[in-house]
């Protein structure tokens, strides 16, 4: 019996395409026939039955800064005339995970061809593109690449025979919140009124389209007086030079303070940027890019403001919503036991 090979194009960065960190990020989309790093691990895993036909490849900051790419890449995809596609995966990485599945997205909606990315559970693309197309759930780095390639070519190969995802199969992928018509014994009318009088009446009821809720946050009244005391803080990985606190490049569950009772200014002599999240070389040429601290002692010599002799910092991509409410209740507290009237909170 002959074993039926498809042929995938298969979309990545610069970085896992082997053409460069952050100094290539700007490259433009492009394509390489045949198979390029992660690829060989999906022929692999395939034992032959996926041929990735091509690569397209593309820096991730080109991909965000330039409106057009979306549609070369979609189209140097096409011309590898695949059976499939495979996007990364990308696991947490920011722009590449972003990347990865608005490209998944157009190629189903344009191409009709099935598609698969990957992403860890804490990247914000899961939510925004889970019901478009199909996402692994991964790790948060690469070191799950091949399991996360075996899984993706098993349930790729049983996509492309028209045979249905094993239950283990779709554990392994995220919900897409897709709805199914069912046929009810009951009208929509009837139901509501049901409900409405089960719910006035007192008794249990249950809504059928459960509405989300979400925290209120009142907004402070001004702050007043002069001079205004005033702290600083960030999530953009501001760090002691050598990171002597080991703080994480993301996914904080704490936060770090650095003295600045004696600092007119921040520099690279003495400070640094831990952060994943983002490219960290034009804060690492100039902290103030991220943190105000020249602006602010100007405003002090000027009797404006009274500054916090300790900046609050952290990385915060990637920080659970649960971590980062704890963090920041934390932080208000310290500042006002402290008497702060007010802060500068800078992010990336």
């Known amino acids: 019996m002959d074993v039926r090979i498809y042929r995938v194009a298969h979309y990545m960065n610069q970085f896992f395409a082997g053409e460069g960190g952050e100094e290539s990020a700007g490259v433009g989309a492009h394509a390489k026939e045949g198979p ?13 039955q996926l041929k990735v036909a091509g690569t397209v490849i593309c820096g991730d900051n080109r991909f965000v800064e330039d409106d057009g790419e979306l549609d070369r ?9 695949p059976d499939a596609v495979v996007a990364g995966p990308a696991f947490l ?64 190969l049983n996509t492309l025979s028209g045979i249905e995802l094993t ?45 989300p809720t979400f925290e209120t946050i009142q907004p402070a009244p001004p ?7 005033l702290a600083l803080i960030t999530d953009g990985g501001l ?35 831990n952060h994943f999240g983002y490219d960290t070389r034009y804060v690492a040429a100039d902290p103030h890019r991220l943190v105000p601290l020249d602006a ?22 990637a920080t659970a919503v649960e971590a980062a409410a704890a963090i920041g209740k934390n932080i208000a507290k310290e500042l006002r036991d402290a008497g702060i009237q007010a802060a500068i909170l800078t992010s990336t």
């Open 93 to 156: 990485a920011g722009r590449y995970g972003e990347a990865c599945a608005e490209i998944s997205k157009a190629v189903s909606e344009r191409l009709s061809l099935p598609v698969v990315t990957g992403l860890a559970p804490e990247h914000p693309a899961v939510d925004r593109f889970r019901s478009a197309v199909p996402i692994l759930r991964t790790g948060a780095n690469a070191s799950s690449m091949r399991t996360s390639m075996v899984k993706i070519a098993s349930a790729l």
């Open 167 to 211: 239950p283990e199969e779709r554990t392994d992928f995220y919900k897409r919140g897709l709805i199914d018509n069912v046929l009810m014994d009951k009208t929509a009318a009837q139901r509501g009124v049901e409900m409405m009088l089960a719910k006035h009446g007192g008794h249990p009821w249950r809504t059928e389209i459960p509405i």
């Open 73 to 81: 890449i979609v189209s140097l995809i096409e011309g590898f005339q």
């Open 296 to 317: 602010v002692r100007d405003l002090e010599q000027a009797g404006e403001v009274s500054l916090h002799p300790e900046l609050y910092t952290l990385a915060g991509v």
């Open 223 to 229: 702050a007043e007086g002069k001079p205004l005391r």
């Open 36 to 48: 390029v790093g992660p690829g060989w691990l999906l022929e692999e895993a395939s034992a032959g």
């Open 239 to 273: 760090m002691l030079k050598g990171n002597p606190e080991r703080m994480p490049s993301g996914r904080c569950t704490r936060y770090y303070k650095i003295g600045l009772e004696s600092r007119t200014a921040l520099d690279a002599d003495w400070i640094e940027v």
